[in-house]
């Protein structure tokens, strides 16, 4: 099995910055693609940057040039660098991994972290 354990939210004003974390562990696994999805209220959950083991990113046009994705292979972790935040980026910040098993390819989530961005 595998646990996700994501921090860095919080409460920060419009043109602040936060740097999400995600770190996978429990039984042997290698990973493939890792990323950061998000869902604001009454909206659908949304990818908003990912990543693959080879380092090409991804992002959502929303999210371009403000956000940068990261992840250290060796110690399966994924952070998601969010700067000039705007109230729009207010959401829960779920963290995502795609682990390769012999059987197949297994998406694990983890519980997310809220992000609110207030004056």
């Known amino acids: 099995q595998v646990r996700l354990v994501e921090s860095g939210g919080g409460l920060v004003q419009p043109g602040g910055s936060l740097r999400l974390s995600c770190t996978a562990s429990g039984n042997r696994f290698a990973i493939n693609n890792m990323g950061w999805y998000r869902q604001a209220p009454g909206e659908q959950r949304e990818l908003v940057a990912s990543?693959?083991?080879?380092?090409?990113?991804n992002y959502a046009d929303s999210v371009k040039g403000r956000f940068t994705i990261s992840r250290d292979n060796a110690e399966n972790t994924v952070d998601l660098q969010m700067n000039s935040l705007k109230l729009e980026d207010t959401a829960v910040y779920y963290c995502?991994?795609?682990?390769?098993?012999?059987?197949?390819?297994?998406?694990?989530w983890g519980k997310g972290t809220l992000v609110t961005v207030s004056s």
């Open positions: 990543i693959t083991d080879g380092g090409i990113t």
């Open positions: 995502k991994v795609v682990v390769e098993w012999p059987w197949g390819n297994m998406d694990y």
